[in-house]
RNA sequence: GGAGAGGUGGCCGAGUGGUCGAAGGCGCAGCACUGGAAAUGCUGUAUAGGGGCAACUCUAUCGAGGGUUCGAAUCCCUCCCUCUCCGCCA
């Protein structure tokens, strides 16, 4: 969410940044709601005081000898009740424009950093660095939805038949494969001073708030209509929340967590897109970083964070490149983007797996979260990245580790966890 | 799900209608004392929003929301949460 105070003094910068993104739009109204509001705060409570000094008055005459049914009582208990119906009323129009205001403002996006690129569309996202040797296109690859069949690692027909389309049901090494990935994932962060979290993934509409996933984007995610619990999109969402309303001491700083859980999404709008395999799914499994930083750290955290996410990748030999994502394509909540894109041979193609994204202020004002430095408190800054998705990670490493004699090479890292050096072919 | 108890400041804890934003204690910070420290003493120590260059000031907040009243931490209603016991359950 973005600053009242800056809505009310320079609508101007927020149209302009919020520009970058791609959107056109006029803050006169806005800025003339925010305007009002407090006037009538301020109208309201000059009258609260005024009903603070009757009260008061009315006391002291009371505890002075008077009768309380005195004419010169009477006469201050009217106006008191004068005053009390005149305060009903503003408060009530105060009210009103409060949340009229909020919900507005729940619906605009963060702004981009200065140092995000400007650009429209992913198509003028900027390459940063490419690391690993990404092996050729050669005629025998395959595509990993083709080995996982061919080797038995998921059923897709009989996902269906338990659920419906979009989901999968990993078996035998398949499902081994994932579960080793999660605990490597886990364990390689967890040596690197992240916290270990298993949070709740039914979450509440105010967690979901929060993070930026509503109220904007509700159709994206799964409701349990009876509870007010919605099925987590991504730990984003259940970790921001963890802090909700908190004031946390500056010497805490940076708290750094890292949280597995299973993510779902409704994938509205994504009809026919990578319906084979891994790629997207209604239930993935993702090991997400996510960090409650002070403000002048972030920038140096969003660095951090996303090499801790690379660090995945190289471990598991995988080839990948990090782009950022220009203003026109960041996601809703986030100041600045890196993506990182695997290599898949067998499709021949880069494929994001992690968005490590900083997000200033903005889920921090949403959420409640601020800092207490000696005497000053303020909105600390939050950072996500995933690190990385599970399920597309186990495509990249098929696709990566195909043999000529039909086998899955794994990486030496991943040896201990899966407990054999590769995936025989069935 | 049933029965009972309870939710007050960073923490403990007093407070059943009137200068209560809230006694007292602990903790924390500053000052004094000390060679230094402990102990002791004094002072200060919530959050949000509005106004003011500032000193400062106004409003709201005692789980949340509503009500009674000139006036509510205190009385009434609804909800939420925590704890104990019972039931159910992995």
């Known amino acids: 969410m973005l600053d009242q105070r800056l809505l009310r003094d320079n609508p101007e910068l927020i149209c302009e940044q919020l520009g970058r993104r791609g959107m056109t739009l006029d803050l006169t109204g806005l800025q003339l ?28 005459k009371i505890k002075g000898g008077a009768a309380p049914n005195s004419p010169e ?9 004068r005053i009390k119906q005149q305060v009903a009323v503003l408060e009530e129009e105060e009210k009103a424009l409060e949340a009229k205001l909020r919900e507005e403002l729940l619906t605009l996006p963060n702004l981009p950093s200065p140092d995000a690129p400007d650009g429209r569309s992913e198509e003028d996202n900027v390459e940063i660095k490419r690391w690993g040797s990404p092996r050729g296109k050669e005629d025998w690859l395959e595509e990993h939805w083709q080995i996982a069949e061919r080797l038995g690692l998921f059923e897709t027909e ?6 419906q389309s979009r989901f999968v049901t990993l078996m035998g090494q398949g499902a081994r494969l994932e579960r080793a990935l999660i605990n490597f994932m886990l364990d390689l962060h967890g040596g690197k001073g992240y916290r270990e979290v298993l949070p709740p993934i039914l979450v509440n509409s105010a967690s979901l708030t929060g993070s930026g996933q509503l109220p904007k984007f509700a159709e994206e995610s799964f409701r349990c209509a009876d ?12 970790v921001t929340s963890l802090h909700r309303g908190e004031v946390i001491p500056a010497d805490q700083l940076p708290l ?46 969003h660095q951090q964070i996303t090499a801790d996410a690379e660090a995945v990748l190289e471990a598991l030999e995988l080839p990948y490149r990090k782009i950022e994502l220009c203003t026109g394509d960041m996601g809703f909540s986030a100041t600045r983007t890196y993506d990182l894109e695997v290599w898949l041979p067998g499709a021949g ?3 994001e797996i992690s968005s490590c994204s900083v997000c200033g202020d903005f889920q921090a004002r949403r959420s409640a979260i601020r800092m207490k430095d000696g005497k000053t408190t303020q909105l600390l ?3 996500n990245g995933s690190g990385l998705a599970v399920g597309r990670t186990m495509a990249a490493l098929l696709e990566n580790g195909q043999q000529i004699d039909g086998s899955i090479k794994l990486p030496a890292a991943l040896v201990p966890y899966f407990g054999a050096e590769s995936i025989a072919a069935a």
């Not at 709601?33 to 006391?59: C, F, H, P, T, Y």
């Not at 009582?73 to 009740?81: H, K, M, P, S, T």
């Open 381 to 383: 800054h939050t950072l």
């Open 349 to 351: 193609a880069y494929r």
């Open 158 to 163: 009989r996902s269906v038949r338990i659920a």
């Open 256 to 301: 750094k967590y890292v949280a597995y859980t299973p993510c779902f999404r409704r994938e509205a709008g994504s009809y026919g897109r990578d319906t084979r395999g891994l790629i997207r799914l209604h239930q993935f499994n993702k090991v997400e970083l996510y960090w409650f930083v002070a403000p002048d750290q972030s920038a140096e955290a």
């Open 33 to 60: 709601m925010a305007r009002q509001e407090r006037d009538l705060e301020e109208q309201r409570s000059n009258l609260q005081a005024e009903g603070n000094r009757i009260g008061k008055e009315v006391g002291l």
């Open 73 to 81: 009582v009477q006469a201050l208990r009217d106006e008191g009740n």
């Open 227 to 238: 509870d007010d619990l919605w099925l987590t999109p991504t730990a984003e969402v259940p």
